[in-house]
């Protein structure tokens, strides 16, 4: 099997702010002695996880810190346990996911909310609910083993893609089988400012001017983004479910080629595409190609940027190739092309042989 799959996009955003930083602005990056547009991982693949988490048939992951409170205090309460002895049992299990917050006198629920966000999977959700289910039933107390919620690796795709840490409890850790680049600009781009007014719709004929003013950043560029998936590994963490593999990696796929980031969607309707696309399969090791954009391809492109953006990435890797040899198998789409391939094509290839 064809260990790792590489990922190789380039996607065009009109002015959008897809990504801010802590001023509200859209994120950049200095690469190459230039200022790009960046969209950061995180983004990215919150994104990419919310749209293929449909596709996965409940093999889905949750993020939080209420873990305890949601699926195991709360079916307590359901299932007819006291409220003080309800309190007891998820204080006791609260540390075995990480460490609890300070209890307050006000705010006893505290006890058991836990400091930092924890992944958790179905099946870890199921023997939650199946142990308040019993002790309930049974009218007794957890016994320590019982509260072992944590599985080695629980069946859940995006636990598996993107990883899981537990600091209090890392035999429970997850490594990841998917890396994802932050998504820069091929070309230099300054941050532009959008000035904007809002007229009270019920003024008088009489009154004018504006009753709101704002101003928010922008800018726009054709992005590279490049993402990894070991295969081997990602089937190991899914405890060699191949089928539930496969769905994963076409899903996210599938994601990176058509979902955008959310941020300031209403302002902007920055929706897009991938217009090329390309999938490698192979064991040798992974290596990005941004280097391709090491040198921005500014100047006087007007609509032939993409085209060049796509002969320096495939130029560029026709010298890796050179260089160490080529190792991989490769398909690409390109919306350029009237004879390119599919989407359904890429999918087909990014998940052969599994």
Not at 321 to 335: A, I, W
């Amino acid at each position: 099997m064809n260990k790792f799959l590489q990922l190789h996009l380039l996607t065009a955003y009109a002015p959008s702010n897809l990504n801010r930083d802590d001023l509200g602005r859209p994120k950049t990056a200095n690469f190459g002695n230039s200022q790009r547009l960046r969209v950061s991982s995180q983004s990215l693949k919150r994104a990419w996880r919310e749209a293929f988490k449909p596709e996965l048939d409940g093999a889905f992951g949750i993020r939080s810190k209420r873990v305890v409170n949601d699926y195991f205090y709360e079916p307590l309460i359901t299932a007819g346990v006291n409220e003080k002895d309800a309190l007891t049992y998820a204080i006791a299990l609260a540390p075995h996911f990480g460490k609890p917050k300070k209890a307050e006198k006000d705010k006893p629920k505290n006890a058991f909310e836990l400091e930092t966000l924890v992944f958790i999977g179905a099946e870890e959700i199921a023997d939650m609910h199946a142990l308040a289910s019993t002790l309930a039933k049974e009218e007794r107390e957890p016994k320590p083993e019982e509260l072992r919620a944590l599985r080695d690796k629980p069946a859940a795709a995006d636990i598996a893609m993107f990883g899981r840490m537990l600091a209090d409890s890392p035999e429970f850790n997850v490594d990841a089988a998917v890396q994802v680049a932050h998504a820069i600009t091929v070309h230099t781009v300054e941050v532009e400012d959008d000035y904007f007014t809002a007229v009270d719709d019920l003024n008088r004929d009489d009154e004018s001017g504006s009753s709101h003013l704002g101003e928010t950043g922008f800018g726009a560029g054709l992005f590279y983004s490049y993402i990894c998936v070991d295969r081997d590994l990602l089937v190991e963490n899914l405890r060699g479910d191949i089928v539930l593999a496969a769905k994963a990696i076409a899903g996210l796929t599938r994601a990176a080629c058509t979902i955008s980031p959310t941020g300031k969607q209403n302002s902007f309707a920055s929706r897009a595409r991938a217009l090329y696309a390309q999938a490698e399969l192979g064991d040798a090791q992974p290596r990005q190609l941004s280097f391709a954009f090491l040198r921005p391809l500014d100047g006087d492109f007007n609509a032939d940027l993409a085209e060049k953006a796509i002969d320096a990435l495939e130029n560029s890797q026709k010298g890796m190739d050179q260089v160490y040899g080529m190792g991989e198998e490769r398909l690409s789409f390109n919306v350029f092309d009237k004879d390119t391939n599919s989407l359904a094509e890429l999918l087909a290839f990014a998940t052969r042989g599994l």
